[in-house]
């Protein structure tokens, strides 16, 4: 199994483009969610999804659009990207509940918004 | 919302050493979680603790659940410069979907 993978890896933005982050999972898990960790923070989630086609906000989800249409992937949009978006973003997934302790996080995207 | 407190925000120990990391809350939560996260990776699960006061050991990690559901404590011994990365702990209150809070994170630099 490749676990949870998300690309790109990195990635520089000019204020007002848009772009996808990818995460995919080949785990069947059903739950998935989006992280945002910036320096001196913890991870703060932004979206997260309880199964195909059911989608939820998190702590910060202003700027951020997602959508669960298979089990496998759940992308992350920026529609109109700002400085404040600069972060490095998780993806995870997880079985049995959302945020239980069998939580499997990607290797993280770097983006920069200039 | 609630907060998870980590202090300090960096460590810096001498190879077999021991460190202990400590997370406060001033919220209960039901479960409490420590993670580690590698230079340029994302966190991996160390420890999960699901009741108070249960201490809990992977290898040369121990961790506890505070008596009082508010604190929790992550030691490691022996450290060795792997141990290098930042360490997380999470809360977790009630309900299976209830979700994470997460502290800031301690840096621990292990000098060989």
């Known amino acids: 199994n490749a676990g949870v993978t998300q690309t790109p890896k990195f990635q520089v933005l000019k204020t007002g483009q848009s772009m996808t982050l990818q995460c995919a999972q080949d785990?069947?898990?059903?739950?998935m969610s989006w992280y945002r960790q910036d320096p001196g923070m913890g991870l703060r989630l932004i979206h997260y999804?309880?199964?195909?086609?059911?989608?939820d906000q998190g702590e910060v989800p202003n700027g951020y659009n997602v959508s669960r249409s298979t089990t496998e992937d759940f992308p992350l949009r920026l529609l109109s990207a700002a400085p404040s978006q600069t972060s490095v973003y998780f993806c995870?997934?997880?079985?049995?509940?959302?945020?239980?302790?069998?939580?499997?996080f990607g290797p993280g995207t770097r983006l920069t918004v200039t | 919302g609630q907060q998870l407190n980590q202090s300090p925000q960096s460590m810096f120990i001498q190879e077999g050493e021991d460190v202990s990391m400590n997370c406060t809350s001033s919220?209960?939560?039901?479960?409490w979680l420590w993670y580690k996260q590698d230079p340029g990776e994302g966190p991996v699960l160390l420890i999960a603790?699901?009741?108070?006061?249960e201490l809990t050991s992977n290898g040369r990690l121990t961790a506890q659940f505070g008596i009082t559901r508010k604190d929790s404590f992550l030691n490691i011994s022996a450290s060795i410069p792997s141990d290098v990365g930042i360490y997380f702990c999470?809360?977790?209150?009630?309900?299976?979907?209830?979700?994470?809070?997460f502290g800031k994170g301690i840096t621990l630099s292990v000098r060989p």
């Open positions: 995870a997934s997880s079985y049995g509940s959302l945020f239980s302790y069998e939580q499997y």
């Open positions: 785990m069947n898990h059903e739950y």
């Open positions: 999804s309880v199964g195909a086609g059911i989608t």
């Open positions: 919220s209960i939560f039901n479960t």
């Open positions: 603790l699901y009741k108070a006061g």
């Open positions: 999470a809360g977790q209150l009630t309900g299976a979907n209830s979700k994470l809070t």
